[in-house]
């Protein structure tokens, strides 16, 4: 499974655009990258995932470059709501459905008003 | 949307007492997953089933921890003899086969082993 590093935390304020960047340097050809977003006292939720270029649904955007050794969050628009940890996970779907999630520490981002 | 319930939310134990988490993935799911969170930690691995039967599990878990689907709908974590340090937030999570939509995690249940 690839490793994967993004920044600790991050702070943004109400209204603006949200970038989190992940460096996964040894993503193999079948790994796609998916983010969660977690509440304190809640479990990981899905937000989005992707292989290669960009995807976006109603809740962010992902945008993977051509050699996908990075790949970028973007969350329009932040409101206090979206104060959470994110975390960027890199890994292979296989037919079996059975991969495990690795998570790492994720980034803490915090939305002031 | 659909949704993974947990049951209890919370959970107060003596050391050395059994518990049993429950959990209702979504229905049209075939893949079960156990997690857990200690407190201030990462997100971690226990186990993964699938076809009625263990398809991965973690070092974390050992010959104290088991897994069941006893009627079809639920999905449960036993452990038999817990320790402090089983003390966490555990997440039931299900997915499609292959992952492609995501895995959906429930709430959690909130062990605490006194």
């Known amino acids: 499974l690839a490793k994967t590093t993004q920044p600790i935390s991050m702070d943004s304020y109400e209204g603006q655009e949200v970038n989190i960047t992940c460096s996964h340097n040894?993503?193999?050809?079948?790994?796609?990258i998916t983010w969660y977003q977690q509440f304190p006292s809640q479990g990981p939720r899905f937000i989005i995932q992707?292989?290669?270029t960009k995807v976006t649904n109603e809740v962010a955007s992902l945008f993977i470059p051509a050699d996908r050794k990075s790949s970028t969050l973007s969350l329009p628009r932040v409101s206090l709501s979206d104060t959470a940890v994110y975390y960027c996970?890199?890994?292979?779907?296989?037919?079996?459905?059975?991969?495990?999630?690795?998570f790492g520490a994720g980034t803490r981002l915090a939305v002031h008003p | 949307e659909p949704e993974v319930t947990q049951t209890p939310s919370h959970q107060v134990t003596q050391m050395g007492q059994e518990v049993i988490l429950r959990c209702v993935p979504i229905?049209?799911?075939?893949?079960f997953y156990w997690y857990r969170q200690i407190l201030g930690q990462k997100v971690e691995f226990l186990v993964s089933?699938?076809?009625?039967?263990?398809?991965?599990k973690s070092e974390i878990f050992d010959d104290q921890f088991s897994v069941e689907r006893p009627d079809g709908s639920n999905f449960t974590l036993k452990i038999r003899s817990t320790k402090l340090e089983d003390s966490a937030m555990y997440f039931c999570?299900?997915?499609?086969?292959?992952?492609?939509?995501?895995?959906?995690f429930g709430s959690g249940t909130r062990l605490t082993v006194v």
């Open positions: 999570a299900s997915s499609e086969a292959g992952g492609r939509t995501g895995y959906t």
């Open positions: 040894n993503i193999a050809t079948n790994d796609y």
């Open positions: 992707g292989y290669k």
């Open positions: 996970l890199v890994g292979a779907l296989g037919s079996g459905g059975y991969n495990k999630l690795i």
């Open positions: 229905s049209n799911h075939l893949y």
């Open positions: 089933f699938y076809n009625n039967e263990i398809s991965e």
